[in-house]
């Protein structure tokens, strides 16, 4: 997807606000725009905005063979990515003009400028070095991307840390942090790069373009010093021809601003190093407080008054809590129970089991008895149990009465008779 050109109505307005010494966003000519750092949970990752421009670096390491023409000196890879988030006019997996110049500039402010030891990153010669890559993802394009870019990679590599290695006989060990503390890269100076836009064939100049500006400017001059004022690498782009005057005043902007921007860098760093050892570190912490997606919240006040007496009483009526033996031991159906302290059971207790028996007998006597009523047959009572008898139907007792005394006195007949045979 290309860019959105620009109308001639908006380029006439941006080039006449220049002439009047007038930016979109307010700033002055030399102004440069609010700059922040803020460093990640791991070591190595840095994010930086300036002005609506948000970029991200990341630092790795890993363990590589060397050149063979140099055995003792490592490696440092930049890569830079320009993915369709940061703006629509870029493509993804597709190298553009801006992405390979971004790159080749940024390898010569930092790589070529001998600004990190690469001897140190020697662990055995000719056999295993250290390769330092720095990955640069552009989160928001709003102009001046090549200074963004120089200042997160600058400050990723200063909070980089690398793990510590022992060697013996052959053997490389790899320690992790647990074991051994990891090891800061050793930096000598921090190359930053300045841009500088000029308007009219040089004959007006800017600091820090935003993106508009950048699509009107006539060319661009890049700059990368560190804060002792020495020039690491310098490049135009545009086709303009620039005076030794302009030039030498470009350089003296610049070491102001990278003077600053050091200065800012070293401390973030500290702030970060104080962070971490309050235990608080992170992309959650760096979150402004008193918003929406702040993860934090005011404490809430409560009062705190005779709460001493309060829990005193309310220990003395709380009761103790069941043990786990009697919880345990809660008969169920079915299950048995066998352990130390615990009755052993099947879920049924002997007391239950004695009722339900008598209940059962009971049932069994009351039916005899009703159908031994229902037939006629004679109920043998007890003395206590005849003062609570009720006859309910007289006749048909008085008729029962009768033939058992009939039967009884034939009985008693037939017996006389058997003993006077005898």
């Not at 001639?8 to 002439?19: H, P, S, T, Y």
């Not at 460093?39 to 063979?68: H, I, N, W, Y």
Request: include cysteine; aromatic fraction near 4%; charge should be negative.
């Amino acid at each position: 997807m290309k860019e959105t050109p620009l109308s001639n109505c908006e380029r006439d307005f941006l080039l006449k606000a220049i002439e009047e010494k007038k930016r979109l966003d307010g700033r002055q000519t030399y102004d440069y725009r609010k700059t922040k750092i803020v460093f990640g949970t791991d070591f190595g990752c840095c994010f930086v905005e300036l002005g609506k421009t948000r970029v991200m670096a990341q630092v790795s390491c890993e363990l590589v063979a060397p050149k063979e023409n140099r055995p003792n000196e490592g490696f440092m890879l930049f890569n830079i990515e320009l993915s369709p988030m940061a703006s629509p006019a870029f493509e993804q997996g597709r190298q553009s003009e801006l992405l390979v110049k971004l790159n080749r500039q940024l390898e010569r402010c930092l790589r070529n400028s001998k600004c990190i030891d690469i001897e140190s990153l020697c662990v055995v010669s000719g056999e295993k070095v250290w390769q330092i890559r720095v990955d640069v993802h552009m989160l928001n394009h709003d102009g001046n991307l090549m200074d963004t870019a120089s200042i997160a990679a600058i400050a990723a590599l200063c909070h980089f840390k690398r793990p510590d290695v022992g060697i013996q006989g052959d053997e490389v060990t790899v320690y992790s942090p647990e074991e051994r503390d990891f090891i800061p890269l050793s930096i000598y100076h921090l190359p930053i790069s300045v841009s500088f836009a000029f308007f009219q064939k040089g004959t007006y100049l800017l600091v820090d373009p935003c993106e508009r500006e950048e699509r009107v400017m006539d060319g661009l001059l890049m700059i990368a010093m560190n804060k002792h004022r020495e020039i690491c690498s310098i490049q135009s782009s545009g086709g303009i021809m620039l005076l030794k005057e302009q030039v030498m005043r470009c350089s003296k902007i610049a070491s102001v601003k990278v003077s600053e921007i050091t200065e800012l860098i070293s401390k973030a760093l500290e702030n970060d190093k104080t962070a971490r050892k309050a235990g608080r570190c992170g992309f959650a912490e760096s979150m402004p407080q008193q918003r929406i997606t702040a993860l934090k919240k005011d404490e809430t006040a409560v009062e705190m008054t005779d709460v001493s007496e309060k829990a005193t009483d309310i220990i003395q009526k709380a009761e103790a809590p069941p043990s786990t033996i009697q919880q345990l031991a809660t008969p169920v159906p079915g299950v048995g129970l066998v352990g130390h302290g615990v009755q052993n059971s099947w879920g049924i207790d002997e007391d239950e089991q004695d009722e339900k028996e008598v209940s059962s007998s009971d049932e069994v006597k009351m039916e005899m008895e009703q159908k031994q009523v229902e037939q006629g047959d004679v109920v043998e009572l007890s003395d206590s149990e005849e003062e609570d008898v009720v006859i309910l139907h007289p006749e048909t007792a008085d008729r029962n009465y009768k033939n058992t005394s009939s039967s009884s006195h034939q009985k008693g007949s037939a017996g006389s008779k058997k003993k006077l045979r005898k």
